[in-house]
């Protein structure tokens, strides 16, 4: 028995797929203009057997046997360490940024290094086969194993991948890719699903390292990897968070390793050179200490990066006092002054109050509670800290400062950096040949100030 229905009409957006009941000029969800077309849609009729679905054939955990991935080492140190060890031979991972932060010159350094030992299929629908030849020129890349294709149709792309059968394929980018079973345009969010699905599906049956670069807007909403998240195995982002030649890899996704691995790489005129030993790189090299800058330890993965703090605090001139921050969470900002005023005495309401964390870098890390704090409590008194000393803690709303992971590598790499002193909660267990001066409440950081 079937029921009858009537077809109806909506107005479907070609970029990004929302749906509308009438038409209009301009799309409200993503702001396109022009691009709802009308569609018409009739409803599906249900029959009595249409859900006398078969059984499935479950199977036990135990008997399901397990393997070590097996990875493709770039030789690209910082990348192959975000990925976890190496590129997974049948993942797809995607490589994202905004315009011009370098995503095509890292992934052709990658696939150069790769080139070197297996086969690359590069595919491109954006550049030319000479304009990626020239990239490849500057940075002194052979082309050993290296394969292009100029191609944007998703269909040729899958084809060609399993006739030449590389190691490795990488696609620049996956907004020009199409799939000719769409009339959606390239770049439309149904596009780039359905391209995504298809690279997933040849990665998975034919053991192909896939890589999509991914072009996206500061805010990532429009038709970019955000989209795409959820369907591939690894999510990768290129940031230019400082104002130096320094570029940072974070991994947001992850099936096959941790996401709190961080590569750094520095731009240089021959490509992206590698930054093995990144302790001292946010570290203002000045020799005098001046009020209201501290130096803490950041632990990003499985390396702890130096850092400074600095903390202006001036009087109120008109108003509320100001809270602003550049590279720190400003309700942790907010936490910390509440905490200054109620539990040490240090009179804040009053002054404005400006944070900023050298380099650009952008923490959520609460070991460096006790580092802010004093900061603060420097500028407010106009007293400078010594370069020579690292400031490492957890800050609770009673005052109390609380110890942190990873002391003993934190304290090690302060050691191999020159420092002499380290400031610690009173609980830590640590054996180091600095001096240490253990600090139990905020309010010893104010005493700590008028003894030094």
């Known amino acids: 028995m079937t029921t009858s229905s009537k077809s109806t009409t909506i107005f479907t957006c070609t970029k990004c797929d929302a749906q509308f009941p009438k038409w209009s000029g301009r799309c409200t969800s993503c702001g396109a203009w022009g691009t709802l077309t009308e569609e018409s849609v009739t409803p599906r009729q249900k029959t009595a057997n249409e859900y006398a679905a078969k059984p499935g054939k479950p199977i036990s955990f135990a008997d399901i046997a397990t393997t070590n991935e097996k990875r493709l080492i770039s030789g690209l140190t910082e990348f192959d360490r975000v990925l976890g060890g190496g590129l997974v031979v049948d993942s797809l991972i995607l490589l994202g940024g905004e315009p011009g932060v370098g995503k095509s010159t890292l992934i052709a350094q990658l696939a150069g290094k790769i080139a070197a030992t297996a086969p690359v299929l590069y595919v491109s629908g954006e550049e030319s086969a000479s304009q990626i030849k020239q990239r490849f020129d500057r940075l002194n890349i052979s082309y050993h194993s290296l394969s292009f294709l100029n191609e944007t149709e998703a269909e040729t792309v899958v084809a060609t991948a399993k006739s030449v059968r ?7 980018s996956i907004q020009t890719i199409a799939s000719s079973q769409l009339e959606n345009e390239p770049g439309s969010v149904s596009q780039i699903r359905a391209c995504a699905v298809k690279f997933l599906e040849l990665a998975k049956q034919e053991s192909i390292a896939t890589v999509l670069i991914g072009h996206i807007t500061k805010d ?35 099936r096959f390793g941790s996401i709190n691995e961080l590569g750094i790489f520095q731009m240089t005129g021959q490509g992206f050179v590698e930054v093995p030993n990144p302790g001292a790189l946010f570290i203002e090299q000045q020799t005098e200490p001046i009020p209201g800058s501290v130096i803490s330890c950041l632990y990003e993965g499985s390396r702890p990066f130096m850092l400074e703090v600095q903390a ?46 050298v380099g650009g870098l952008k923490i959520s890390e609460p070991a460096l509670d006790a580092a802010v704090c004093l900061a603060i409590i420097s500028s407010l008194l106009n007293q400078p800290v010594s370069r020579q000393l690292l400031v490492v803690g957890e800050v609770g709303l009673g005052g109390e400062i609380r110890p942190v992971r990873k002391l003993e590598e934190r304290a090690y790499e302060a050691e191999k950096l020159g420092f002499t002193e380290l400031l610690l909660p009173i609980k830590s267990k640590l054996k180091s040949k600095l001096k240490i001066t253990p600090i139990k409440h905020v309010a010893d950081l104010v005493a700590y100030l008028h003894t030094n």
């Open 312 to 357: 202006l605090v001036s009087k109120t001139i008109f108003g509320y006092p100001q809270r602003k921050c550049s590279g720190f969470d400003l309700n942790r900002l907010q936490v910390l002054t509440a905490v200054l005023t109620k539990r040490a005495g240090v009179n804040l309401t009053n002054q404005d109050i400006i944070l900023n964390v």
């Open 220 to 254: 990532g909403q429009i038709a970019g990897p955000k989209t795409l998240e959820h369907i591939v195995d690894a999510v990768l982002y290129l940031e230019n968070e400082t104002n130096q030649d320094y570029r940072m890899l974070r991994g947001s996704k992850n």
């Open 166 to 172: 590389p190691a490795l394929l990488i696609i620049d």
